[in-house]
């Protein structure tokens, strides 16, 4: 990861851990690294992520569950309080959702300075298909009272971050909460859920960045006053400590590509032969679509339009393809996405203090022999 001409290390920022970026790789981040893993960049060949292949990202323990002893607890501000069994859930309508999840901190390990955390490079990805019950529907029989401004979504697992012991939890607005397509979802690719995944419960909210999708749920609580607990201010994209930086939400528009050829072992550097080649890969965009994906076969100088293909679902990336003719001599690939709005992937990085929303477009190099 070390570059020539990376600045030195810099260690200005913090939130309560001794560490906050480096230039060289952390113990403590190699710990997070080999618990919490990426999607193999070939598994971009797959519209639907194999459950084992999904990212995973697990900010403490992954709690032991007893699972017939296990129930949803729906309180707060609401008329009728609910104490709901996994088949009490089960016996609720069943809905479905392909949703393409992206952690917020995927692409952190590029920053320049890099902030210490979980050092994706741009693996933090997949796609399942979650069933589950709508929230709507839960939250309907549970009846929200006039008061209520936010729902706060409570995890098992707990931990300490920030200096804060805390179980994992995080909000959403009451609009976010009642969309059509959130889910209480039990199923991952028709499976239970794997205990890494948030068995029993989890919540989806197709179009956030992972952070949103709270795993192993124990409480739904309708609340009065915004919630603004350690997970709520972990993702902004601040500027120093002092800023306070805007919330993440949603998914930027990202292209990526499958890494073409064969690799070397250590570099990862692709060998490719001569020849046409077709470089394909997927794209999405969080609650907007995607309207464009380029590809640059010279780190960047140039560009010419990719396909755009299939969309596998609504809240699910999308399929693009593009023709090489590949000549003898070494390339820096690169693949660029643009959202409806017009947003376009980053040559260079805007950095923040967590390095979070990263979406610079991700660059492969490869050599034609
Ligand atoms: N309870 C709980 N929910 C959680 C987390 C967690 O650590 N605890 N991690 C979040 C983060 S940061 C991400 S990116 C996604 C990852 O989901 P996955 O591991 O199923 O891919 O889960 C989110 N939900
Ligand atoms: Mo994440």
């Not at 490719?272 to 100088?301: C, I, M, N, Q, Y």
Request: glycine share 8%; with cysteine.
């Amino acid at each position: 990861m070390r570059r020539a001409g990376q600045p030195p290390a810099f260690r200005a920022v913090g939130d309560g851990s001794k560490l906050s970026t480096a230039t060289e790789l952390y113990p403590e981040e190699l710990q997070l690294a080999t618990r919490n893993k990426g999607m193999p960049l070939e598994a971009l060949r797959y519209p639907i992520t194999p459950t084992g292949l999904h990212y995973l990202l697990v900010h403490y323990d992954i709690p032991a569950v007893d699972a017939p002893a296990w129930e949803l607890t729906v309180a707060g501000q609401v008329n009728n309080a609910l104490r709901l069994s996994l088949d009490d859930i089960q016996r609720r309508p069943k809905a479905s959702v392909t949703v393409t999840m992206e952690c917020a901190g995927n692409g952190r390990s590029l920053l320049s300075p890099r902030p210490i955390s979980q050092p994706w490079v741009v693996e933090a990805i997949g796609t399942a298909e979650w069933a589950g019950t709508p929230l709507r529907g839960i939250l309907e029989e549970a009846g929200l009272t006039a008061r209520a401004v936010e729902i706060l979504f409570t995890g098992l697992d707990l931990g300490v971050e920030g200096g804060v012991v805390q179980n994992y939890q995080r909000c959403l607005s009451l609009e976010e909460a009642t969309r059509d397509d959130v889910l209480l979802a039990y199923e991952m690719n028709g499976q239970p859920l794997e205990p890494q995944h948030g068995y029993p419960l989890r919540l989806v909210a197709p179009g956030w960045y992972g952070m949103a999708n709270v795993k192993w749920l124990d409480r739904i609580e309708a609340i009065e006053t915004p919630f603004d607990g350690y997970q709520m201010n972990a993702y902004r994209y601040a500027q120093s400590n002092d800023d306070e930086g805007e919330r993440l939400r949603f998914m930027k528009v990202r292209a990526l590509m499958i890494p073409p050829g064969i690799p070397d072992f250590l570099t990862r550097t692709r060998l490719v032969e001569p020849g046409p080649v077709t470089l394909k890969g997927r794209a999405w965009a969080g609650r907007t679509a995607v309207s464009r994906v380029e590809l640059s076969t010279d780190a960047g100088a140039t560009w010419s339009d990719a396909r755009l293909g299939e969309q596998v679902a609504p809240s699910a990336w999308r399929e693009w393809s593009c023709q090489w003719k590949a000549e003898p001599g070494s390339y820096t690939l690169c693949a660029r996405a643009t959202d409806a709005q017009g947003k376009v992937q980053p040559l260079e990085q805007p950095w923040n203090v967590k390095g979070m929303g990263n979406n610079m477009v991700q660059r492969i190099e490869v050599v034609v022999a």
